[in-house]
Nanobody, 124 residues
């Protein structure tokens, strides 16, 4: 069983930056591909970014490519999402997810564990 705990959300002005963190407890972090998804009010949850278990492969949604960076520190059992040039349309609850022995996927169905989410609000 893996527990994921996100942090780092908050309120930021458009053009600003935030870094989200997600710590994994209770599993072999090196065996986990990690992903970030987000869900805005009234919308479906959508893929944001993913990273393979080694950190060598990363994937991004077109809407965040060039602005967001996913990374991981296996020594700290932590995955990060650095978000730059934030826009009001980035406002959502951001969820961390883990895929056991995955390579990194944009499909929610591939993920085995989910965090509770952290709110990101971008004001215009």
């Amino acid at each position: 069983q893996v527990q994921l705990v996100e942090s780092g959300g908050g309120l930021v002005q458009a053009g600003g930056s935030l870094r989200l963190s997600c710590v994994a407890f209770g599993g072999a972090f090196r065996s986990l591909a990690m992903g970030w998804f987000r869900q805005a009010t009234g919308k479906e949850r959508e893929f944001v970014a993913a990273i393979g278990w080694s950190g060598g492969s990363t994937y991004y949604a077109d809407s965040v490519k060039g602005r967001f960076t996913i990374s991981r520190d296996n020594a700290k059992n932590t995955v990060y999402l650095r978000m730059n040039s934030l826009k009001p349309e980035d406002t959502a609850v951001y969820y961390c997810a883990a895929d056991v022995w995955g390579g990194g996927s944009n499909r929610m169905q591939e993920y085995d564990y989910w965090g509770q989410g952290t709110q990101v609000t971008v004001s215009s």
